[in-house]
């Protein structure tokens, strides 16, 4: 066959659409929307490529209107899994020795058909099953998930020019082979983008995959299951499964040929994850790679030099877009008590502006949160906050599940740094605020380090470059993604790569080569040009008389 070193496609990040009225991808969405609405449908498992059905049929609806029936999905058993691993591994050599090129061009193709005539779907499809606004939806759904394909094709290209140095009469060249086995992908709710590159990640580097999306986000898991199948991913490479998180994982996680796990979800979740794989290593017949992201109790903090506005928009957006459902979602702010007041008051009035309702209204900012036990976890920790003389709510705090799960923009002040929803991840639109003492903010920059367990994301807020250096390096280990003068979400692939250390995971940073290097094995190939003749080297000759 014809032989070439190839330069894949420039990777630029996704326009950002605006959704303004009468805009041409308001009234796209909007029509998308409609047609979603006026259907039933039913997701099968693809197993295989293969469409799997099963005798339970499993109800979505939208988090924001209960009584709206989405469609079914078809609920798996361990037979399902086992069957999706069987299906991997005998794809496995075939999509192992497809050259690389046209790997890349698949997620190409998947990536231009996610951003041009799947875009209004897979918003709509996101809005619907997730609740989350177009905004919200646009900018993950449709552009972030086309830039995680398009910059992991780059990635890929950039690990497979990390060649070493030779010299005469030595060529060596590195190999960068696929998994010997199969990778699990176990992917979350809150966004439809980690719901692809999660799968998508180690198929580029020629891994076939079992992947598990989160009940709460099958609808759209449907939809990225159809672009990759569209785009040419072949049969076996990714099976998508539906069945509960225990039993996947008993079958998986117990496997001889278990390679390693793809996972963005709870860090409770993870470690029991990491423990059952410590505990069934034996088995294995590679160690596996655990790759992770998880929770994070994300910071905002402040000095008395900040401007208010900036702010006091940085905790709204930060805190309560997607209700607050974001692994980087601020979710803690130290306050000087000096300019605490002017934040109040200001914080107060916009709140009262924030509308709460349906995702395809486009004039709400917050939906409902993703299901039922969100619901009633946050709600238990709202009221706690009322009764607890260590905590205030001073804005929002009401819940309501009638129609859906709405819970307003909340706002609680602690009185002691420690208090619980200073310290615990609540996955919600709950920002709690502590007030500092202005000569006491090295102090409290000390407690902010240990007050949480997680190291995901956070932000500071000065105007005073002294204060800036001293922030940044102080709590260099607390964030794995950092921000200076913004709010601590909203990372972009290829801009700010996304990952947090302690307990918020691995800090792969998904996107980059860094993550795709967790889904390869190194060959390192010596070859000799000129072969010596003779095993003698100089040293053993004599010396000259």
């Not at 790679?289 to 957006?317: C, H």
């Not at 705090?397 to 615990?424: L, N, W």
């Not at 860094?514 to 390869?520: C, D, G, P, V």
Request: proline share 6%; hydrophobic share 35%.
């Amino acid at each position: 066959m014809s032989k070439g070193i190839f330069n894949v496609p420039e990777a630029k990040n996704e326009p950002v659409k605006s959704y303004a009225p009468g805009s041409p991808e308001r009234a796209e969405v909007k029509k998308m929307l409609e047609e979603l609405r006026s259907q039933e449908i039913e997701l099968p498992m693809v197993i295989g490529g293969k469409d799997v059905y099963t005798d339970r049929k499993v109800r979505m609806a939208p988090p924001h209107d209960l009584k709206h029936t989405l469609g079914h999905y078809n609920q798996g058993d361990s037979s399902h899994v086992e069957m999706a691993i069987d299906a991997a591994l005998e794809a496995r050599e075939e999509w192992a020795n497809m050259s690389w090129q046209h790997r890349a061009s698949i997620f190409l193709k998947a990536a231009d058909l996610i951003s041009g005539p799947y875009r209004a779907r897979i918003n709509a499809a996101t809005m619907l099953g997730q609740s989350k606004n177009v905004y919200q939806a646009e900018i993950e759904a449709a552009c972030e998930l086309s830039d995680f394909l398009r910059f992991g094709v780059k990635a890929m290209t950039d690990i497979y020019k990390m060649q070493p140095s030779s010299v005469r009469g030595v060529w060596n060249y590195n190999e960068f082979r696929p998994l010997e086995g199969f990778i699990f992908a176990l992917t979350p709710f809150n966004f439809t983008a980690i719901a692809g590159n999660l799968p998508a990640a180690p198929a580029m580097m020629g891994n076939v995959v079992v992947w598990k999306p989160s009940k709460t986000a099958v609808y759209s898991a449907g939809v990225v299951m159809e672009v990759f199948r569209e785009a040419g991913v072949p049969d076996g490479v990714i099976n998508l499964v539906y069945a509960s998180g225990p039993v996947v994982a008993d079958v998986v996680l117990t496997h001889s040929d278990f390679a390693g796990i793809h996972f963005t979800g709870s860090t409770e979740v993870f470690q029991g994850i990491w423990k059952t794989i410590g505990d069934n290593i034996y088995k294995y017949k590679t160690y596996p790679r655990i790759v992770g992201e998880t929770g994070g109790k994300d910071y905002i903090f402040a000095d008395n030099t900040v401007k208010t506005p900036e702010l006091v928009t940085a905790m709204i957006r930060g805190a309560y877009e997607y209700q607050g459902q974001k692994c980087s979602a601020a979710s803690r702010v130290y306050i000087p008590k000096s300019i605490w007041p002017d934040v109040k008051k200001k914080l107060g009035e916009d709140l009262k502006t924030v509308k709460m309702g349906p995702s395809e209204d486009f004039t709400n900012f917050v939906n409902a949160v993703i299901d039922e036990a969100s619901f009633d976890k946050l709600k238990g920790y709202i009221d706690r906050a009322r009764d607890d003389n260590d905590a205030e709510v001073l804005f929002g705090g009401k819940c309501d599940k009638s129609e859906g799960y709405f819970i307003e923009p909340t706002v609680i002040q602690a009185k002691k740094p420690d208090y619980v929803t200073m310290r615990e991840e609540l996955f919600g639109p709950v920002l709690t605020i502590y007030v500092y003492e202005d000569d006491k903010m090295d102090e409290t920059l000390d407690i902010l380090d240990k007050t949480s367990m997680y190291g995901l994301t956070g932000a500071i807020f000065s105007q005073n470059r002294y204060n800036i250096e001293k922030m940044t390096k102080r709590l260099t280990n607390t964030a794995g993604n950092f921000y200076i003068n913004d709010k601590p979400t909203g990372a972009i692939v290829g801009q700010q790569p996304f990952g947090g250390a302690r307990g918020s995971g691995t800090n792969d940073k998904a996107g980059t080569l860094f993550n795709l290097l967790r889904w390869t094995s190194i060959r390192s190939i010596k070859e000799s040009l000129v072969p010596p003749t003779n095993y003698m080297y100089p040293n053993f000759l004599p010396d000259e008389e």
